[in-house]
């Protein structure tokens, strides 16, 4: 009864800690997540330039839009697994592509959304900034 009782604690102290374990290293993930989300933002805001009344009008647009394309994005199942047979490969192509088409959409619907916020010319320098910020972020390498 007493071996029974101390391996019961001992599972007990083991789901706690590792309950509380994991339970940091997704706070830490996400305070990351959110550090590297403020740096985006005012590096776009520094980049474009935006005034006071700009980034009022801009980020609540920006933030939507961007949150669109993140369901987009994360709707696709890419398989790691190996071997993947042909037609596993072939419809991962082509929903790729179908999600590039939606992501093209949803940047067309969100160019006249911008508008109301800042200058045509602006736009099209957020697109510059965003594809600079993505191929830094890929090109990126570990010390």
Do not use: C
Request: no cysteine.
């Amino acid at each position: 009864m007493k071996h029974q009782k101390n391996f019961l604690t001992l599972i007990m102290l083991i789901f706690v800690t590792t309950s509380w374990v994991f339970g940091q290293q997704g706070e830490k993930r996400g305070h990351i997540k959110d550090k590297v989300k403020a740096q985006r933002a005012a590096y776009i805001t520094q980049q474009l330039d935006l005034t006071e009344d700009e980034s009022q009008k801009f980020w609540p647009i920006y933030n939507t839009y961007q949150s669109e394309l993140e369901k987009v994005r994360s709707s696709i199942e890419l398989k790691t697994n190996d071997p993947i047979t042909d037609k596993e490969a072939e419809d991962m192509m082509y929903a790729i592509l179908e999600n590039r088409t939606k992501e093209i959409e949803i940047q067309k619907k969100y160019i006249q959304k911008l508008k109301s916020a800042i200058s045509s010319r602006k736009i099209a320098k957020l697109f510059r900034v965003e594809r600079d910020l993505k191929k830094s972020h890929f090109s990126y390498q570990r010390p």
